[in-house]
């Protein structure tokens, strides 16, 4: 499998006075790309972005992702346009709605979500290109607003998406695609075609909770509490409607109280992540891949064990430890 498809996804799960550590040794592994997922309230996504960016040297690194409502766009921009300075070539950073209990949490649902992500995506480009802004964008307005410290070279600018309207308008705008943790095969291939439609082909990343072990159970174990959160939280959007097994989840998760945990079937795992020996999570991986996602970023389990568990991907999963014979050690 080729290294340089698989991404490591850093987080709410790392503490972050451990992300430059974790970060350097991804790249000393040849993984291809480093991200950093922003949840509330753990570790802000630009300062991780900015840990990933200076403990490495050349790898890309993506914010994935930042919520539209919860940063000014003339903010974000000037903040991106500063690492693009920096660190030129590497920087990218998809937006999208988020996470809409958080954002309930701080009363920053909009009234028109999809607009809200397209014409903020739309400002964010014109400003990183250099131009004067002088117009709305979703619950934002700007007013003759421009960028001082303009980057040579402009980030890249994903869209992160779940349901069909919104990747489609992913498809027909941004330099790349993300996709949510829980992407099953069959949900990658159904996006990929809807993002395919208008006929520029974006890069696709799916985000995948992933663990392995010798023993499958406990790697099972090991993504299971993250999966039925996830399955929970989403259960009413395509990811998992898409699924075989979403008319299940769907009935299970609504017979649940809102503080009452859901119950993973091991099928579910096999589905919505990617966890087992060496062998199932090659296979696992190489599905969704087949299934039309460019390159995959795992979010590894157990958080506590991240440098054994790239160790073992390296290793036992992608078959290239020749950058760092004693990973598994560190």
């Known amino acids: 499998m080729d290294s340089s498809r698989i991404g490591v996804v850093f987080g709410s799960l790392t503490p972050p006075e451990e992300l430059a550590q974790g970060a350097a040794l991804a790249e000393r592994l040849g993984l291809g790309e480093l991200w950093f997922s922003e949840d509330c309230f753990f ?23 930042a919520s539209v ?38 009363g920053l649902v909009p009234e028109r979500p999809l607009s809200a992500v397209t014409e903020t995506f739309d400002v964010l480009r014109d400003l990183l290109g250099g131009a004067t802004v002088d117009r709305d964008a979703g619950p934002h307005h700007l007013d003759g607003v421009r960028l001082e410290f303009v980057p040579g070279r402009a980030p890249e600018l994903w869209i992160g998406a779940v349901n069909e ?48 072990a ?54 579910w795992i096999d589905e919505f992540a990617a966890a087992g020996d060496p062998g199932q999570v090659r296979a696992r991986l190489q599905g969704l891949l087949d299934s039309g996602a460019d390159t995959l970023g795992l979010w590894l389990f157990p958080p506590d064990r991240l440098a054994d568990q790239l160790g073992r991907l390296s290793a036992d999963v992608l078959g290239d430890l020749s950058r760092q014979p004693d990973a598994r050690a560190r």
């Open 43 to 65: 570790t802000g996504g630009l300062s991780g972005l900015t840990q990933l960016l200076a403990a490495t040297r050349e790898v890309p690194a993506g914010l994935g992702l």
């Open 69 to 106: 409502m919860t940063r000014h766009p003339a903010i974000l921009a000037m903040e991106l346009a500063g690492l693009a300075r920096t660190h030129p070539g590497r920087v990218r950073a998809a937006v999208g709605l988020g996470n809409t209990h958080w954002l309930r949490q701080m």
């Open 165 to 212: 309207r919104a990747l489609r308008a992913a498809g027909a705008r941004a330099d790349g695609v993300l996709l949510s943790v829980l992407a099953g095969p069959s949900y990658v291939s159904w996006a990929r075609g809807l993002v395919d439609e208008a006929g520029r082909r974006p890069p696709v990343t799916a985000f995948v909770l992933a663990a392995i």
């Open 214 to 267: 010798d023993d499958g159970r406990q790697a099972r174990d090991a993504v299971r509490d993250a999966v039925g959160f996830f399955l929970k939280a989403e259960a009413h959007t395509a990811l998992v409607g898409r699924s075989r097994h979403g008319a299940e989840i769907r009935a299970r998760v609504a017979a649940l109280g809102e503080d009452e945990p859901l119950a993973v079937e091991d099928a």
